[in-house]
């Protein structure tokens, strides 16, 4: 009996060490990092069956609070799994990665009819009722889902998609993960083919559905087998341990679901993800031009809403096609200030978050601009939480990237080998490289190597004013709206009627490391005018080409292959090409950019800073504005010149068509609705004093 107890406190010692479960059986830890045990399958075969696969697919429907398409019961939102078998089987308890990311389940697929801006009839206090949840009739386990799971459920086109792609998307995104025995759960949310509610892109109910994805794995929530309701599924095999991941509008969902501080939640990763939706669209009381019109919430939505590719039925339709229009509705109204509409759509203004983050930017990022990771960064440092940051060269991507079957080296480790490490670290304790993070892992605008920092708006700064004492007139008439035609055309080194010039040789190479802020003493005669733009464009410029990552039109840099199928993922997990990213010879490059509305001179860097001026300003009078540039690590090398320029627009849509040479009919048969257009101002010009105008620019030497 002695031998028999002390083999129990012997197996409850080692239990207690390894809650997985035997290592043998379970995840396998080399190094402080898991290694790939499990032999991966594909999910597109055609021939796919659980029955001979160590990876187990099915699709539950968990359970949310509110009932956004107001049927009477609350929204279903149908979540993917990818498990290993052997954590089905109960031989060890699985990490979890999660995604939450609209555009998975369809895309392109509705094209509504929305009521005329003004006429929604969408209550918005309506769609947050929380009805009776529903009553189990019986209860089912994940062997049981897995044997009776249909392929179509991850594997189907929508006759309306135009691009004929297949779904579900980025299915494939995280194999490297599976192999190595972490669970992978995808969800598109509400509104979503397969999925009940209406999706309506940064609302609260949104985070709120997602969130009950979270509470489902860690055991305090329903799902269920079939979108009917009736059969409960539990997540018990999962260890309770979460991790949520996800690019652009998925990176935002992560720091939202982050925001409510829901347990389990260890850690984020988000890569390009916006913290701010205010920020996305809008700077300092401007729209910023990523879209041709204001209903961005709209249409993202819209762009997701899978649920309604065959139609749906009259009266959801409807429903949904007013409260997209209600989204729009509130977005004109705000003309580019910020408001409760977006205040609710503020992740970063959180107080509740939880868990670690890494956060990946592109600092050449125009869609989803640098500004976000560091309003993600900050809140997540002011609850205590802790944050590593990788800083690229490239514009909206992620570096080990899905569509194009490639990665990069971020010093000796591929991106692929960075996630399984931080993995590793959140949700299972090692104490590996990924514990060892830096503050900034940055890539190297000079040569494109990564180095290490933790030099952030460390309070050096270089100070850059005009040349003279003298007023100049700026006017938009004429005046290029993007960064693109901007650099092409007007940047060519002198003052013109479409741009006032500051300049300064570099006489000893700095790293640029934050938001520079450019303090602009202005005045304007044309305050009848709507939306009265100023920007600031930061330039590196030499006299002879020098190399530099400039993504040009297209957004995204070249590249060239190092090793074809050189990044392993894992025993049959399709492999990617090792690549670098190519750099390009030029006389100058754009280093950093922002605008803001001079109708809101007190508009700072914060979003919240943005509302409506109670009075509007007066004509010729004198206002002091401060234009905060994108924040970036970037190196001036000795002997370059730093140019800054004042300009009407920058990084505004290059469409100018759309408002010199189109009538509101000409706008409709492009599909794009007039009154939603973001009502740019041409003839409007504004006056700087230089005496009284500088630019401090944060930096290291």
Known sequence: MKKIAALCVFMFFLAALDPGGARGEGMVIENGEAMPFVRYSDPWDEDYSNENSQILRFAVWVETDHDTDLDGKPDLVKAMVQLPRAAAEGKYHAPVVFEARPYIAGMYVYNPDLPVPGASATDGDSLLDCPQKRVPQGEADALEAALQANCSDWNYRLESDPFGQRYLGNLTAYDQLLVRGFAVVQSAGLGTFGSEGLLMCGSRQETAAFRCVIEWLTGRRNAFTGPDGRTVIPADWCSGDVGMIGRSYAGALACSVASTGVEGLRTVVSVAGPASWYEYGNSQGAPNG????????????????????????????TLYENCLAFLRD????????????????????????????????????????????????????????????????????????????????????????????????????????????????????????????????????????????????????????????????????????????????????????????????????????????????????????????????????????ILEGGVDRGEGAERYDLVSWRQRESEKVIVSYGSMDLRNPEAGYEPSSAVRREEDILPDTWYDCTVYLQPVFYTVPAGHRLEMYIVPFCAFSDDSALYDQNTPDSLEEMGLDPLALVPVTRDYAFTVDNSLSRCRIPVFR
């Open 330 to 561: 509130r977005q004109i109204a705000l003309e580019g200030d910020y408001g409760p509409f977006w205040a609710e759509r503020e992740p970063a203004a959180g107080a509740d978050f939880r868990a670690s983050a890494l956060i990946v930017q592109g600092m050449r990022d125009e869609t989803v601009r640098p500004k976000q990771l560091d309003l993600m960064r900050r809140a997540f440092l002011r609850c205590g939480c802790e944050v590593k940051c990788i800083l690229h060269m490239n514009g909206h991507v992620t570096p080990a990237n899905e569509q194009t079957k490639t990665d990069i080296m971020i010093g000796d480790r591929t991106f692929t080998e960075w996630l399984c490490l931080w993995f590793t670290h959140t949700l299972l304790g090692e104490d590996n490289e990924a514990a060892q993070l830096p503050d900034f892992l940055v890539q190297s605008n000079v040569d494109g190597r990564f180095y290490s920092t933790d030099q952030w708006m460390t309070g050096n700064t270089l100070l850059l004013s005009p040349g003279d004492g003298e007023e100049h007139t700026v006017s938009a008439k004429g005046a290029h709206m993007s960064n693109y035609s901007l650099s092409d055309t007007s940047f060519d080194g002198a003052s013109g009627p479409d741009r006032l010039l500051w300049a300064m040789d570099v006489t000893e190479e700095i790293t640029i490391n934050g938001s520079a802020e450019v303090r602009v003493r202005v005045k304007t005669g044309d305050t009848d005018k709507n939306i009265l733009m100023m920007g600031a464009v930061l330039v590196d410029r030499a006299d002879n080409p020098f190399p530099c990552f400039d993504t040009g039109a297209v957004g995204v840099l070249d590249q060239d292959v």
């Open 290 to 317: 990523l879209l041709s019109t204001w209903d961005f919430a709209a249409d993202l939505s819209i762009m997701c809403a899978s649920r309604f590719f065959d139609g749906g039925d009259e009266k959801t339709r």
